[in-house]
T-cell receptor, first 112, second 112 residues
Framework: DQQVKQNSPSLSVQEGRISILNCDYT??????FLWYKKYPAEGPTFLIS?????DKNEDGRFTVFLNKSAKHLSLHIVPSQPGDSAVYFC???????????FGKGTKLTVNP | AAGVIQSPRHLIKEKRETATLKCYPI?????VYWYQQGPGQDPQFLIS???????DKGSIPDRFSAQQFSDYHSELNMSSLELGDSALYFC???????????FGPGTRLTVL
């Protein structure tokens, strides 16, 4: 049972445009959400996070939006750069638990 | 900035052999996590430790055991290896004051 879902396995955008990566979750007990970027043969690199008490968090080119009623979050990258090309994982943590539950990832390709 | 260190980076074992993976967390991070990522899969939580005590447990096989030592490094011991144990094994760490987990580069285990 996939509690964190990233329904788009891949996304391709042009350099300079906006990249929007989506993530849906089913467990209403999740209270913290994180986005990680992963290059091949490397570990996931933390990008940005958001607590369930907020609906938006921004850090430079990266913004995460959380819609609790829809159990949906999205990562916006503006402007997209070729170096952003990687697999992006959405992860969630349930309050009182240590583990992160990951989605299956979305492969982003930013074309020059 | 210091990152999570994992060793070895690559490991090849035969079926029924044993393997030990090591993880050195970021300095002043007192919580350590182990995740397993199979080919094309999302990382799956195995186990976590806080102050040398197991703090949470996921889908870790009984053939695997782990511990955290007084210097906060952790070891994942895997016995009676099976072909299906071939995967990337990530270690992550975090300080008590934060939710974000920071991942190491991973150990790629291949069981032949």
């Amino acid at each position: 049972d996939q509690q964190v879902k990233q329904n788009s396995p891949s996304l391709s955008v042009q350099e300079g445009r906006i990249s929007i990566l989506n993530c849906d979750y089913t467990n209403s007990m999740f209270d913290y959400f994180l986005w990680y970027k992963k290059y091949p043969a490397e570990g996931p690199t933390f990008l940005i996070s958001i607590s369930s008490i907020k609906d938006k968090n921004e850090d430079g080119r990266f913004t995460v939006f959380l819609n609790k009623s829809a159990k949906h979050l999205s990562l916006h990258i503006v402007p997209s750069q070729p170096g952003d090309s990687a697999v992006y994982f959405c992860a969630a943590r349930r309050g009182g638990s240590e583990k992160l539950v990951f989605g299956k990832g979305t492969k982003l390709t930013v074309n020059p | 900035a210091a990152g999570v260190i994992q060793s070895p980076r690559h490991l090849i074992k035969e079926k029924r052999e044993t393997a030990t993976l090591k993880c050195y967390p970021i300095p002043r991070h007192d919580t350590v996590y182990w995740y397993q990522q199979g080919p094309g899969q999302d990382p799956q939580f195995l186990i976590s430790f806080y102050e040398k005590m197991q703090s949470d447990k996921g889908s870790i096989p009984d053939r695997f055991s782990a511990q955290q030592f007084s210097d906060y490094h952790s070891e994942l011991n895997m016995s009676s290896l099976e072909l299906g144990d071939s995967a990337l094994y990530f270690c992550a760490s975090r300080p008590l004051s934060r939710v974000t987990q920071y991942f190491g580069p991973g150990t790629r285990l291949t069981v032949l």
